[in-house]
């Protein structure tokens, strides 16, 4: 994701992020991975032992469980051939002027400060793997609000911190989560309060520099019961000719009557393995909403999860995914029902062009007792190119009668007669495509903020330049 | 009569007794052996495979004694079908009364690849099966109709039933499958090789109302020629296990398949049913609706794949799985995925649902004066009427709604009114 620079729209197609800084690190370690890395990453952020023990504990998970075989092409991951930590500064900054020169070039180049000013309630910055930049606004503290990088919340908050980390996605959950747990740098820690609303979005922008990177940042949601947030993330990377990888894992607690909102907004350069983990747990009457977008990457594997614990919770997952040429975006969402009268939506749009492929890859599960639960799942897909594939597999596992479950999907193309009537009011085929497109994602867009749906409809459009003729 | 002592596991030595025991040309002999031999080869499923990760094979009566004596096959084929050269008759017959055309078309195909274990092992063991054979251009009218009836619950029994429609023919089948209730498990493993030619036009119904012991491991393989009509029906009613494999392969330019399936399953029955629609040609179109009915504990599973090939241009194709959940502990999986390799397509879609009766309607049909049971029977058979409505054929479906009573019930008053 980037926020709108007029600068940048200059910038004639392509991927716009692709610059890299010179690699300035302070630290970097070696490449490759073993119990002493683990160790050494968690001995130089001085973390407590029982993190040390967690890290060691989710390496031997890791090292022990296969690589998955089903989903995109992993084959090509080499594990030994990663930096796992990489750093251009020993602490997160709350002043702008304090982040160190070069990186703060690359921010300002991405639009974060001005942002801030404008429009958010907070700012988190990673560049490889630590946090540059944290800041949160005075009032939102005073109600104690708490927006920090994940090591700083470790030790400033190191009692509600040990008591969610690791509930909700645990360190044998998958190989990838695993690796995460073992070697996690970075991410964002919010807490809200009881009763507490963020007004508006906190945000953390994530930048991977060096190359052959795995950036693994480890972001924890509390909202406390009655309260609201939220909060959005962006990402981009370097164009390297070799490959990087981003493997994160959220987890979100949305205790009772608390509503929480996931912003996504994926825009990791073409040779970057996106592989995450995000699951929230969702009481009673709370409200978890995932808006995911994935428009870079070379393969992404995300499936945002939702279990609904708690009576009367919903949940909803709204996916973009845009797969351009090389690109896999295999990407979707999971709700679990397991509480009575709990609701869940799932909608998702997907787009492949050139020889993209897009695979919509979901789950409703309901447990035998949740009764009254009702769940939509919604599945468009648009084929704009002969080459390009669309899949969907939509997983069902109904254990209760007294429910209302459906899954609908579509796979359509580009009709030519709605091109014809386009070019007929004088757009070109390309605008007329990229309009088509634009319409077929604009349910999902009018729910991003302003700026981000000016700035998603900004990116379609550069996927779409020349995608036609 | 089986094949007794030792009644263990099929094996190189069993198969070779199968042929001679019926005397039957070394081509046959042949045959089953180079089929056993892909048995061996291709193993039976781990339970890791995606077709197979809702059934457990655990259980399944690997060892029950085979049955070699072809099980009664009453047939039913209509006077004028027969003068104009249309065979339906038991596979052994067939053999021996035309085995030209028998060796033309027995075992050159490979069935589902979910099943093609179980493909390999029935070519290779089959002791009884079905042959229709309708030659080009011959429209058969009224219903044909083959009814295996398996004399007991405890054997193994892997009939291979073949049906060919040359080019420009026209039939509607009926293939029956019955075995008593109790006892202990027996292992069906029947699969189903249908083709339609060019410009031939098939309906073939599939009945089983297997005894309540039984597994049902089958596979059915339809191909569908150019510009040709196929309309499956396949009725699960009877049997422990279900787990049978479909493949629809649309391989002929202008080709129509239409895919039905009825589940009506309770008690502890369980049913799983995989599917593969292949668009690989232009211009063909195929539909899939399948409709569960599930009381007491019973458990449906559902995946089916609709695959429009790359290249292809102008397909259709729709897959539905609707799910009607009758107790608290019936269940449903229904997963259909959509695998699309191509943009020119005419049209592409898929829907599942799974749920109870809707209360709004229960309520409504009780204050017509119905009780609550017959208003929930009358629901059942009007959410199966949208396949059952499908079923031109009157003999076919008169048939199916017997089949379906047994587990949905009958009103007194339809009783009067019969």
Known sequence: MALPNPALNEIPGGYKYGWHDEEKPLQIFQKGLNAEIVAKISAVKDEPKWMTDLRLKAYRHFEARPMPTWGGDLSEIDFQDIYYYVTGTDKAVQSWDDVPEYIRRTYDKLGIPEAEKKYLAGVGGQYDSEVVYHNIREDLEKQGVIFLGTDQALKEHPELFREHFGTVIPANDNKLAALNTAVWSGGSFIYVPKGVHVELPLQAYFRINTQNMGQFERTLIIADEGSSVHYVEGCTAPTYSTASLHSAVVEIIVKKGARVRYTTIQNWSSNVYNLVTKRAVAHEDAVMEWVDGNLGSKLTMKYPSIYLLGERAHGEVLSIAFAGDGQHQDAGGKIIHAAPNTTSLITSKSISKGTGRTSYRGLVKVYPGCEKSKSTVRCDALILDDDARSDTYPYMEIDEDDVTIGHEATVSKVGSEQLFYLMSRGLSEAEASAMIVNGFIEPIVKELPMEYAVEMNRLIQLQMEGAVG | ?418
């Open chain 2, 1 to 418: 009569m089986t094949l007794t002592q030792p009644s263990t596991a099929l094996d190189a030595e069993t198969i070779a007794r199968i042929g001679e025991l019926s005397d039957e040309p070394d081509w046959l002999c042949n045959l089953r052996q180079r089929w056993w031999e892909r048995a061996t080869q291709t193993p039976p499923p781990t339970g890791q495979e995606e077709e197979w990760r809702r059934t457990s094979l655990d259980a399944l009566p690997r060892d029950a004694s085979l049955l070699t004596d072809a099980p009664l096959l009453e047939t039913h084929l209509p006077a004028d079908a027969a003068e104009a050269g249309v065979i339906l008759t038991d596979l052994r017959t067939a053999v021996r009364e035309h085995p030209e055309l028998v060796a033309k078309h027995l075992g050159v195909s490979d069935g589902p690849a979910s099943h093609g274990h179980f493909w390999a092992l029935a070519h290779a063991a089959w002791t009884g099966g079905l042959f229709c054979h309708v030659p080009r251009g011959v429209s058969v009218d009224g219903t044909l109709v083959a009814r295996h009836v398996i004399p007991r619950s405890d054997v193994a029994y892997h009939p291979v039933s073949l049906v060919i429609a040359e080019e420009g023919s026209s039939v509607t089948l009926l293939e029956e499958i019955v075995s008593p209730d109790g006892g202990s498990a027996g292992w069906f493993g029947g699969i189903s090789d249908v083709r339609a030619g060019r410009d031939a036009r098939v309906r073939y119904a599939t009945l089983q109302q297997l005894g309540d012991a039984a597994w049902r491991i089958g596979a059915e393989r339809v191909v569908v020629g150019p510009d040709a009509t196929v309309t499956t029906l396949n009725a699960e009613i009877g049997s422990a296990v279900t787990k049978l494999g479909l493949d629809v392969v649309m391989d002929g330019k202008g080709g129509t398949s239409k895919v039905l399936g009825l589940l009506a399953a309770g008690d502890d029955q369980q049913i799983d049913i995989n599917t593969v629609q292949d668009l690989a040609a232009d211009h063909t179109t195929s539909d899939l609706l399948y409709l569960s009915a599930l009381y007491d504990r019973a458990h449906a599973s559902f995946y089916g794949i609709t695959n429009v090939r790359h290249g292809t241009r102008q397909t259709s194709s729709y897959q539905e799985c609707r799910n009607l959940l009758l107790s608290p502990q019936a269940g449903a999986e229904p997963i259909p995925v959509l695998e699309i390799e191509a943009n020119d397509i005419l049209r592409c879609g898929h829907g599942a649902t799974a749920g109870a009766i809707d209360p709004t309607t229960l309520f409504y049909a009780q204050t017509r004066g119905l009780s609550a049971d017959e208003a929930e029977r009358m629901i059942v058979r009007g959410f199966f009427e949208q396949v059952v409505a499908q079923i031109s054929d009157e003999t076919i479906r008169s048939r199916i709604i017997d089949a379906l009573a047994v587990r949905i019930g009958t009103d007194s008053s339809d009783e009067v009114a019969a």
